[in-house]
């Protein structure tokens, strides 16, 4: 059975920093792309951040470039999202998803941000940031 166990939200003041992990079970890890996806109260689901265990690549939306990192635990089969910097804009739930890595490079290459490329997800972990 394959499961994605998300971990790591909580309540942060602005300017503070928080450390998420995906736990994956149940597949091969190196066969999929991770992607982080948070959604904020009325907001559509956003893809924040993306992992291809393939070939290490990393792929971040704009708003979080420079102050998110996202790597793996290959001994773990985890990855995780540090966010730094956080503003009131992060909050959200998190979202991990695995998506298998297919021939032509999707989903990494290919919109790694579009939900639909993904199979499995995790349960959800709440962000909050305060001002």
């Known amino acids: 059975e394959v499961q994605l166990q998300a971990s790591g939200g909580g309540l942060v003041q602005t300017g503070g920093s928080l450390r998420l992990s995906c736990a994956g079970s149940g597949f091969t890890f190196e066969d999929y792309d991770i992607v982080w996806f948070r959604q904020a109260p009325g907001k559509e689901r956003e893809g924040v951040s993306c992992f291809s265990k393939s070939d290490g690549a990393t792929h971040y939306t704009n708003s979080v470039k420079g102050r998110f990192t996202i790597s793996a635990d290959d001994a773990k089969n985890t990855v995780h999202l540090q966010m730094n910097s956080l503003s009131p804009e992060d909050t959200g739930v998190y979202y991990c998803?695995?998506?298998?890595?297919?021939?032509?490079?999707?989903?990494?290459?290919?919109?790694?941000?579009?939900?639909?490329?993904?199979?499995?997800w995790g349960q959800g972990t709440q962000v909050t940031v305060s001002s």
């Open positions: 998803a695995a998506g298998r890595r297919r021939p032509d490079g999707a989903p990494a290459s290919r919109g790694w941000w579009k939900s639909g490329w993904y199979n499995y």
